[in-house]
């Protein structure tokens, strides 16, 4: 626990406790007390990670024996109908255990024998509150479930060498599939398509839906009597082009959807306001304002802020097996093989080569989708198609104690991670992971604790605003062949260089695909080293090693802050940077000022920041931002931009002035005015600020007149 009332005591002077009890405001400003910080009221709450919040797994409930449902092993018959129909009868009451139906207080253990259990068919797991166990996950004497999948893709014809995904099945076929069947009445063709966010949900109000902090959301006028208390929601924070402009993402990037994502639960409902289970993590606009296009390069049209009641499916665990995806009977068998890659001996191993062997069989293990308290433990996998585990849009998930081993494809389209994919509130621990691309958390996935696993893979942050993350207590070693092999992470682009333990979205080249790596994510305690070169020594990976260092990515100690080297200049990409040190003064974009006494965040021990010298307060002022330049683009828009300014310890931010009126703030160098009348003049300066909240002196006068629609003169003085 952090020891507040001993460090205020030992304190020297009025600075430091003003920068303590700024950390206690920003906490308490997100709805959570002190006590559930743990080790310091700045961090983030993740005590509620977890299974139900952070409950106990189950280990309770009625076994079935689905040899009494004619699944045996060993007999070389696919079961994948004979397990679909258990689990069909489960969901339709149909099969019940006590004489009741299957419940959270009444569950269904689906025991598989031991031996080998042959599927061909993606298995949809649609009843909720049912566990899928084996009887080990040992090869030998465990259950063996063996995938020999029937449906393949074909090669997308835009993107060579990736197969073609339905958008609507994204992220693909699964052996095992954890998501609700049921159809939305505009697209009754696909099973599960009632959740399809672009179909379903209410916007929200017309000022707004909510703000950062608040544990309150509102619909539109009317719509609250679509929710009730204990409903999962989705929230969805449109694109806007102030959020892009945050990130320093390009212009031909930008386009309409719902980066910053979040799933609750109602706590209750008056009438069309929504109290939620936890604080919003962003500011909720009524829309995008018609600024963005509906795909990158398009035109562009207005786009919504939704609340949505999403259908989950509860509490689907799976226990205890052994899982492999077979391609002895495909065209693969005789090129391809689980053993590494060597140009020389063995050419055809898919080891440490991160391309696609056989990409028609890119399916998945266990795929998650619009799921919620569910798990996956003690399972082995070895060479899946491509994830073995993968979530998408999923809540209060356990991923612990696996072994998981390799993928057949590894490549271009994004394949054989380990994938948390708006993964909220969910903890990886324990697992052992090998061979595969990526441990990955991406897409506003937040509130995640990954915790004592071993990995060859790397800890990839992969963009689109996955933040609040707590990553701690990891052993990661790379080997040297750990890397792109040429291939993008979209699907394309090339990479730079090898792969490091840490991998971070950044830039305009992360804004490709996905847009920048969000807030506070947090490395505490892992033991990090990289194979530097073929066959050589694992090096020690700096800077982000010293064991009680707490480094928050994406962070400046009070807001969100793009990685910059030096302070003001904002990287392209993270490749290439790996090594750099953000945490210093010179550079901006990684906040190291807290040491832990403790091993874990998570338990107890002392914080202490080690940035504020009671005896040397910031005062000093930043640099004046220079060279500001106004342009106006169209008849009711003008964008600036300027040089950078420096600081002491570092900047946060510019203050935008129009006619001597603040209209905006930023973190970057750029700022875009919209809504502006033609033929006025309209002329701007820019202040530099720090987090002690100095600012710089005004820049040069920047002035732009629209003299006709389209047509602008500028001035600069």
Not at 146 to 161: L, Q
Not at 496 to 509: Q, S, V
């Amino acid at each position: 626990m952090f020891h507040l009332n001993s460090a205020i005591k030992d304190l020297k002077t009025k600075h430091f406790c003003t920068a303590i009890l700024s950390s206690l405001i920003i906490f308490s400003s997100l709805g959570l007390s002190s006590v559930e910080a743990a080790v310091d009221p700045s961090l983030p709450n993740w005590t509620t990670a977890g299974y139900k919040g952070g409950q106990a797994l189950p280990t309770g409930g009625t076994i079935i024996d689905l040899t009494t449902k004619g699944i045996l092993a060993n007999d070389g018959v696919d079961d994948s109908n004979a397990l679909q129909q258990v689990i069909n009868d489960i969901r339709s009451g149909t099969l019940k255990v006590n004489g009741q139906a299957v419940s959270d207080s009444n569950r269904a253990i689906l025991k598989l024998p031991a031996g080998q259990i042959d599927l061909n068919k993606q298995v949809r797991v649609d009843a909720s509150y049912v566990t899928i166990r084996g009887a080990g996950n040992n090869t030998a004497t465990g259950t063996r479930i063996v995938f020999k999948p029937s449906a393949t893709y074909s090669e997308d014809p835009a993107n060579p060498g990736a197969p073609l995904i339905d958008g609507k099945l994204w992220p693909g076929y699964a052996a095992f599939r954890v998501e609700d069947r049921t159809k939305h009445a505009n697209d009754s063709t696909y099973e599960g398509s009632i959740n399809f966010h672009w179909l379903s949900g209410e916007r929200v109000a017309s000022s707004g839906g909510g703000t950062k902090g608040s544990t309150q959301i509102k619909v539109a006028s009317g719509k609250g009597s679509s929710f009730q208390a204990g409903s999962t929601v989705y929230v969805g924070a449109a694109n806007t082009v102030a959020f892009y402009d945050q990130m320093q993402g390009p212009e031909q990037y930008r386009y309409n959807g719902h980066m910053r994502t979040q799933m609750f639960t109602v706590a209750s409902v008056s009438g069309d306001t929504l109290t939620l289970d936890k604080p919003l993590e962003f500011d909720v606009p009524f829309s995008n304002g018609g600024l963005l296009p509906a795909d990158p390069g398009g035109s562009n049209a207005t786009y919504y802020s939704k609340v949505m009641k999403v259908t989950t499916v509860k509490g689907v665990g799976f226990e205890d097996f052994y899982f492999t995806q077979d391609i002895s009977y495909t065209p693969y068998a005789s090129t391809i093989n689980a053993n590494d890659y060597d140009a020389a001996s063995n050419p055809g191993g898919v080891g440490l080569k991160y391309k696609n062997g056989a990409l028609e069989y890119a399916l998945h293990g266990i795929l998650f989708k619009w799921a919620q308290d569910g798990w996956v433990k003690g399972i082995q996998t070895y060479m899946t198609g491509s994830h073995p585990i993968v979530t998408e849009f999923a809540k209060n998930m356990e991923i612990r104690n696996n072994i998981i081993f390799g993928s057949w494809n590894k490549g271009k389209g994004g394949h054989g991670y380990v994938r948390g994919s708006k993964l909220y509130d969910s903890k990886i621990i324990g697992n052992k992971i090998d061979r595969v691309r990526h441990l990955t958390l991406q897409w506003s996935a937040t509130g995640n604790v990954v915790q004592n696993n071993a990995l060859t893979t790397d800890m990839n942050l992969h963009g689109g605003w996955e933040r609040r993350n707590l990553i701690e207590q990891n052993t990661i070693n790379i080997p040297f062949e750990h890397s792109s092999w040429g291939e993008g992470e979209g699907g394309q682009d090339v990479l730079e260089g090898t792969w490091y333990p840490i991998w971070y979205g950044a830039g305009p080249h992360a804004t490709k695909w996905s847009g920048s790596t969000g807030e506070q994510n947090v490395f505490f305690n892992n033991t990090m080293a990289k194979q530097e070169t073929k066959g050589g020594p694992y090096v020690s990976y700096a800077p982000y090693n010293q064991l009680n260092k707490i480094y928050q990515l994406g962070w400046d100690g009070m807001a969100w802050a793009h990685l910059q080297k030096p302070t003001g200049t904002f990287i392209s990409t993270w490749g290439g940077n790996e090594k750099v040190d953000f945490t210093s003064s010179f550079n901006k974009g990684v906040y190291a000022c807290l040491s832990f006494t403790g091993a874990s965040l998570l338990g107890s021990g002392t914080a202490t920041n080690t940035c504020t010298s009671p005896e040397t307060p910031d005062t000093q002022a930043p640099t004046v931002p220079t060279d500001l330049t106004a342009a106006a683009v169209s008849s009711s828009q003008i964008n600036l931009s300027w040089t950078a300014a420096s600081d002491n310890v570092g900047v946060t931010g510019y203050d935008v002035y129009r006619n001597s009126s603040l209209i905006g703030s930023v973190t970057g160098t750029s700022y875009s005015n919209t809504g502006l009348l033609a033929s006025t003049a309209y002329s701007y300066t820019v202040r530099a600020k720090d987090a002690a909240g100095n600012t710089s002196a005004p820049s040069n006068i920047a002035s732009a007149k629209h003299k006709l629609a389209g047509a602008a003169v500028l001035t600069l003085f």
